[in-house]
Nanobody, 118 residues
Framework: QVQLVESGGGLVQPGGSLRLSCAAS?????????MGWYRQAPGKERELVAA???????NYADSVKGRFTISRDNAKNTVYLQMHSLKVEDTAVYYC???????????WGQGTQVTVSS
């Protein structure tokens, strides 16, 4: 059963913008405690980019602070990652993650490719 479906990846020029979406199954969205976006560049380890908890608090990696914004739309069961001022070093596969309270579940999206190049 697919729980998280990602979309919005693509090719953009440096300085451009892109918005990633992660749609969660309605059966689990109301039970999600933390959602986050991770990324993995070629030859590098996966890293946390941004996270949002049920209360609305957010956390960002230093490399994306001031450029990326994580948000959610409860009516659409969807979490977004709005990316501005994109840099070549932002190029990676981006993965959505959802964790339930008390680690009741831990789901991953299929990954979406973001390529920043001129």
């Amino acid at each position: 059963q697919v729980q998280l479906v990602e979309s919005g990846g693509g090719l953009v020029q440096p300085g451009g913008s892109l918005r990633l979406s992660c749609a969660a199954s309605g059966s689990i969205f109301r039970r999600i405690n933390v959602m986050g976006w991770y990324r993995q560049a070629p030859g590098k380890e996966r890293e946390l980019v941004a996270a949002i908890i049920s209360g609305g608090s957010t956390n960002y990696a230093d490399s994306v602070k001031g450029r990326f914004t994580i948000s959610r739309d409860n009516a659409k069961n969807t979490v977004y990652l709005q990316m501005h001022s994109l840099k070549v070093e932002d190029t990676a596969v981006y993965y959505c993650n959802a964790k339930g309270g008390d680690w009741a579940f831990n789901y991953w999206g299929q990954g979406t490719q973001v390529t920043v190049s001129s």
